[in-house]
């Protein structure tokens, strides 16, 4: 048995640095800390939790591919730990040095994985080589937005030729005293007017994509189409 703990030791070693350096890399990708590192250990150990911070992982490209690794890495991880517990107890324990043996083994594990220094002093030199790398930097529009239920980006369509916008400047519509941003108008001949400014006029057909209070949101489309 004993030559197989030392394989069994380096597996879980690796595991743990992968879920360490894997919660950095969700980290800098703008998840919080414990979010990160709960996704990291749900998506190794193929927990499948469906839970809206799932989402935050599966909507981004940089996530995504780190989720794909871990999932991966960790069902090698399961067969290789597999593989090698049927091998020891295929051979059986011997007395009670294997016992103590195994067991202590598993409490080294355990206690590293817990140890608070560690895992700091990991994340802390990890984050400073990584910080740095563009490709995890991007962050999703709802991120960078921070859409939630408060929140929200829309779209207001003026189909209406009498509505009260029609014909005005985006000024005299007051939006911004209701705390809702104007992010782009779309004519309906096409024309795209980006971060259009209080002298634009609105149209009948025009769309607005629209940035505010999800409550504010849904009043004004109800007032203007």
Known sequence: MLGELPLLFLIFILLFLIIEVSTVMLVITGLDR?????????????????????????????????????????????AFIISILVRILGKGLSGPEDVFVLVTFLAAVYLLSRNS??????????EKRLENQPYLQKRTVEELLRIDEHFSVAEVHLSNPDGPWVDKSLGETKLRDRNVIVLSIRRVDGTMIRAPRGRDFLQYGDILLVYGRARYISELIETVT
């Open 117 to 126: 220094r560690v895992v700091n002093f990991l994340d802390h030199h990890l």
């Open 34 to 78: 414990e979010t990160a590192r709960f996704q990291a250990i749900s998506l190794i150990t193929s927990s499948g939790y469906t839970t809206s911070e799932a989402e935050l992982v599966v909507r981004h490209p940089v996530r995504r591919k780190i989720a794909i690794f871990l999932m991966i890495s960790g069902t090698l991880a399961l």
